[in-house]
């Protein structure tokens, strides 16, 4: 096994411990991770863009839990301020290096915000994330279509979203 599964292979596993007693949750990030992998694979995004994508994928909804213990509610917003802090502490436990760390942590942060994408590893991150949340909150056909033109730019993302919600090509 190689340096990048071993990571990520801690990571997983202490993601499921952290949510334990929460199967939707964990059930979330591993759908977000399948489809994350997915795109970036398909996008031919080298070995640490890999990497980075796929631990951000893990981690994207950390932030749920410390927002519902400290404001019982768990936004976008909340997401994105308690998340980075608790990625960077599982991170550093899994021995991911500080470089990583801080893109990974970064990610986290921004996910829910879908203005300023800054790399191909947040773009993949947000479209994997659309794509299960299109499904988990029966989002209705318009919203889809809505959602896929103004936010998906990747082609294999974008193609995903097509067949599975069989939805529009792009205009």
Known sequence: MNAHSRLLDCLYKNMILYFSGDPQRIQHFIKVHSFAKLIAQKE????????????AAFVHDIGIKPA???HGECNGKLQEQYGPPEAENMLKTCGFSETQIERISYLVGHHHTYTDIDGIDYQILIESDFLVNFYEDSCNKDAIQHTYQKIFKTETGKDICRTMFAIKQDN
């Open 44 to 55: 031919n995004l080298a070995d640490e863009q890999l990497l980075i994508v796929e631990a």
């Open 68 to 70: 519902e213990q400290k």
